[in-house]
């Protein structure tokens, strides 16, 4: 029976704690770091250290950046009295792909989900109510996942959020019950936007 190095299988061993990485795809990465030219995977582990060292959250909305507010909170010509609340950043690249959405987001950073024990503390809830608190906000958009743990998640901010007389909308028709935003494509997501209801 074949074995690989020990360098291989320890990058191997690396590449499987990869979300959507087993031990086939890990083994075909390889593969391909072991045929590319050594420059390439230099800049390649040189990408992957800028990013962890430069990325970081953005003060007011918890989305990527690299500077201390994010390239939509930075944008003038945003509406930003229309807060769009979702679960996570590959959510915001998802609605932005969308292209028709105007206002500004934050990012949970997660959703309440008590069987992995995470509960409304787990999320980055304290700072979306102080923008509620300091900013005149028109509306907010909760376009958490048509999940469980999502709906949960909107639930709970509408119990938080109404009583504060912030018009309240749901994302509506085109996200099928169980899926995720990042995976919805740019049509219905927009559609998604268009057609939210008041909570």
Same mark, same amino acid.
């Given at each position: 029976m074949a074995t690989y190095t020990e360098s291989v299988e320890k990058l191997?061993?690396?590449?499987?704690?990869?979300?959507?990485?087993g031990r086939r795809?890990? /083994?075909?990465?390889?593969?391909?770091?072991?045929?590319?030219?050594?420059?390439?995977?230099?800049?390649?582990?040189?990408?992957?250290?800028r990013t962890k060292e430069n990325v970081r959250l953005c003060r007011i909305c918890n989305n990527?950046?690299?500077e201390?507010?994010?390239k939509v909170c930075q944008d003038l010509h945003r509406q930003k009295d229309v807060v769009c609340i979702v679960e996570?950043?590959?959510?915001?690249?998802?609605?932005?792909?969308?292209?028709?959405?105007r206002g500004v987001y934050h990012v949970l950073?997660?959703?309440?989900?008590?069987?992995?024990?995470?509960?409304?503390?787990?999320?980055?809830i304290d700072g979306l109510m102080q923008r509620l608190k300091e900013n005149?906000?028109? /509306?907010?958009?909760?376009?958490?996942?048509?999940?469980?743990?999502? /709906?949960t998640t909107a639930l709970y901010l509408t119990k938080l959020i109404k009583p504060l007389g912030v018009l309240l909308t749901r994302i509506g028709v085109g996200i099928p019950m169980g899926s995720?935003? /990042?995976?919805a494509d740019s049509a219905t997501l927009s559609k998604s936007l268009e057609s939210r209801r008041e909570i």
């Open positions: 191997i061993d690396r590449l499987i704690k990869l979300p959507g990485i795809s890990a /083994e075909r990465i390889v593969g391909y770091i072991l045929n590319t030219p050594r420059d390439e995977v230099k800049s390649l582990a040189e990408a992957i250290y990527l950046s690299e201390d507010l994010c996570k950043h590959s959510d915001v690249t998802a609605i932005e792909k969308a292209g028709n959405f950073l997660g959703s309440i989900s008590p069987l992995e024990g995470k509960g409304p503390s787990d999320l980055k005149n906000i028109k /509306e907010i958009i909760i376009a958490t996942d048509a999940d469980t743990e999502g /709906e995720n935003l /990042e995976y």
